[in-house]
């Protein structure tokens, strides 16, 4: 049988350990704050803003929302993100993405004050992370990596000379696992897969690992799963279900995968909760740092 690898487990052991520490920073004169800064009406956007608030109240962090219309300038977006910049009450925050057409996300994502960027998606805590090869990395690192690597941890699963390939070149996922992987004390070897990779199924094949992180759902099929290989499923896709008439959440990995596996993320409940988790730890590093 293969191994699930539970991140809504994980994410609730990950959660009781950062009320302990929310705590103790309170009885320092500290209180974390995480803030969120979202533009437009997307539903997706909009319900995950909410989950991430829902999150903080579970451990105790302070929670600030800002929310802007649709027709937002691209001024009024770099306003708000100097006032939070400004804001002694918030440690850190994210700036929900997508942003509407027309706004340049990269400029408003640059403009965040390095030391509360809690997704990790600065360019300077990019760089970081890159230089980093091996030791403590003390500025904020993107929280699905993260997320992954925690999660594999926590199941023992070691990754020293195995061989990952990863589906995606997304700035999130796809582009920033590499680096994490491939740090002294991990040592895995990795391909990055995308569009135009000519041999991808070939790659996934002879992997003993799969990150799947594409946004195409069931692109991994069993043909291309090496026996007792570990299954990563990051990528979400809502497909609609013509039997109940509604969409539903799918990812990249085809579930027939599981038979051939030797462990794997389930997807909605693997990667997720983790994501999420890795948020509220970011804050509470940087609340920690001050």
Request: glycine share 10%.
């Amino acid at each position: 049988m293969a191994i699930v690898l539970d991140g809504k487990a994980l994410a609730g052991k990950i959660k009781k350990d950062l009320a302990v520490r929310v705590e103790a920073l309170r009885k320092r004169g500290i209180e974390p704050g995480l803030a969120t800064l979202l533009v437009g009406s997307d539903p997706g956007s909009l319900k995950y803003v909410a989950g991430k608030h829902k999150d903080c109240e579970e451990v105790g962090i302070r929670s600030i929302r800002c929310d802007l219309p649709e027709d937002a300038s691209e001024n009024e977006i770099l306003s708000a993100v100097d006032k939070l910049n400004n804001d002694p009450l918030c440690t850190g925050f994210i700036v929900q993405l997508p942003l509407p057409k027309g706004i340049d996300s990269k400029k408003v994502i640059a403009s965040i004050d390095p030391k509360k960027d809690c997704d990790g998606m600065h360019p300077y805590n990019l760089g970081e992370l890159v230089t980093h090869i091996s030791g403590d990395i003390t500025t904020p690192l993107p929280c699905t990596p993260r997320g992954i690597l925690a999660l594999l941890n926590e199941y023992n699963i070691d990754l020293s000379g195995k061989e990952v390939c990863v589906l995606g070149r997304g700035i999130t996922v796809g582009r920033t696992i590499g680096l994490l992987l491939t740090r002294r004390g991990v040592d895995a070897t990795v391909t990055l897969c995308h569009t135009r990779t000519k041999n991808v199924h070939e790659i996934m094949r002879r992997s003993d690992v799969i990150i799947a992180a594409m946004g195409c759902a069931g692109f991994v099929k069993p043909d291309d799963v090496k026996p007792g290989a570990v299954l990563i499923d990051v990528g979400v896709s809502r497909v609609f279900d013509e039997e109940a008439g509604r969409y539903r959440v799918k990812g990249d990995v085809d579930p027939s995968c599981r038979e051939i596996a030797g462990a794997y993320s389930p997807n909605p409940g693997g990667v997720g909760p983790m994501t999420r988790a890795m948020l509220l730890a970011n804050v509470v590093d940087i609340a920690e740092r001050m």
